[in-house]
């Protein structure tokens, strides 16, 4: 009696092993497999560009609105609205306007004469770039930016904080094309396995489901700098590359692979904002290892 008890007993707990040794065993294919897919949310940095002869900026939107990869793409741009060489030019209030009027998003960069680091103004000098910069978009979208980036990508809970009294929300990225450097040596050989070496990270977080999912997607954030001339004459090339990195790491791109509607655009996008100078967060490029 005491042996067929026992033999049921041992049965009983390879049986309760094995379910185990499943569920652990399918727990990360299950993970992806819930996963929602992506959809590239684009941004760009430090325009417009109030270039007169080959315009950056220029070139940015007209690859945007027509390409043969998916026409009216509609991108985030963080504007420079008083820049010296940009926005405080009227080639730069000009694109500005023309920005908005093709249905993209502006949102605040600095409203300074040159690339300001926010940390390093006095508080008095931020508030006043703030409330400069807001009303600089407002006049030109007649509402109020919601989102902001800071130069640099250098924040700290001051800075934060000061975003939040005026309204504005803090955007990052999960990946950049490290294109910043605009004079000299602004190219790049390694266009595909930079972002490919990024978007694996981003892969980690995004099958885990610790990425917020949005109308179904899940956004991915891109960085661009639309003053670079090089970024701007390899747009498309940039699209492209996007979308073959994601099927190298088997990551389901949605119908629509990247944002055609302003508002939705807005939306996820402030799904992505970071609140809490203390939170998890990566910065592109040396950023991260600087400010961290």
Do not use: C
């Amino acid at each position: 009696m005491f042996k067929i008890f026992l033999l049921q007993t041992l049965k009983t707990l390879s049986i309760g092993v094995a379910i185990f040794v499943s569920a652990v065993a399918i727990a990360p294919a299950n993970a992806e497999s819930i996963a929602a897919p992506v959809r590239f949310l684009i941004t760009f940095d430090d325009g417009p560009s109030g270039s007169k002869r080959f315009n950056p900026t220029k070139k940015v939107l007209g690859v945007l609105a027509k390409n043969p990869i998916q026409s009216d793409i509609k991108a985030i741009f963080f504007t420079q609205t008083r820049a010296a060489r940009g926005g405080g030019t009227e080639i730069g209030q000009v694109l500005l306007r023309r920005e908005f009027a093709e249905g993209h998003l502006l949102a605040f960069h600095s409203s300074t004469k040159h690339h300001s680091n926010h940390r390093f103004l006095t508080p008095d000098e931020f508030d006043m770039s703030l409330q400069n910069g807001i009303a600089d978009l407002t006049e030109v979208t007649g509402v109020a930016p919601q989102l902001v980036r800071p130069p640099f990508w250098s924040f700290d809970a001051r800075t934060l904080a000061t975003y939040h009294q005026h309204g504005l929300q803090m955007l990052l990225t999960d990946l950049s094309a490290n294109d910043g450097v605009i004079w000299g040596v602004n190219w790049s050989w390694h266009k595909h396995s930079n972002l490919l070496k990024q978007l694996t990270f981003t892969r980690k977080e995004w099958s885990q489901g610790r990425m917020p999912v949005v109308n179904g997607v899940t956004p991915i954030v891109v960085t661009f700098h639309d003053v670079n001339n090089y970024t701007a004459r390899n747009v498309e090339v940039y699209l492209n590359i996007l979308l073959q990195v994601a099927s190298e790491l088997d990551i389901p791109v949605s119908a629509k692979p990247f944002y055609d509607d302003r508002a939705e655009l807005e939306i996820a996008a402030l799904a992505r904002t970071v609140s809490d100078a203390n939170s998890e967060f990566r910065l592109p490029g040396i950023w991260n290892w600087l400010w961290k």
